[in-house]
């Protein structure tokens, strides 16, 4: 249910205007209720990557991979780069917009590297963090 409701959110976002970081923050703790407790992963663990801490472990790592597929950026076991771009122009506000794009862009072979999605996620994630930390938010 709570899948459905996130879902249909972005949906009525996509056909309206960017959100507020308010409304990106609140769409986060709803990803967060579903993604956390079906990777076990503790909030003394995943508080500090919106800080830029990134706790090497496969919950944290498989947390990330899953609020990622949330947010329709991995597609079929792959991150997608396209999707990635289109929900920044869609839900990002105006000021981050531009930054955040070019963090994605400048990030976008960094998953190449890793086979395993949980990993992929994790160093693409911190890799847009390193990019620009003052615009990056992860629930």
Avoid at 91 to 96: A, E, N, S
């Amino acid at each position: 249910m709570l899948l459905t409701k996130i879902m249909k959110f972005f949906i009525l976002v996509a056909t309206c205007e960017a959100m507020t970081m308010k409304q990106i923050k609140n769409t986060g703790k709803m990803m967060r209720k579903t993604c956390q407790p079906k990777n076990n992963a503790e909030d003394e663990k995943i508080d500090p990557i919106s800080d830029g801490v990134f706790i090497d472990e496969k919950e944290v790592k498989c947390y990330m991979a899953c609020i990622m597929k949330m947010a329709n950026t991995i597609k079929n076991g792959k991150l997608n780069y396209d999707a990635a771009m289109k929900q920044a122009d869609l839900l990002f506000p105006d000021d981050i917009k531009e930054p955040a794009k070019e963090a994605i862009t400048a990030c976008r072979k960094v998953a190449d590297a890793h086979k395993d999605i949980c990993d992929a996620s994790f160093h693409v994630t911190k890799c847009i963090y390193n990019h620009n930390p003052g615009i990056f938010y992860f629930p």
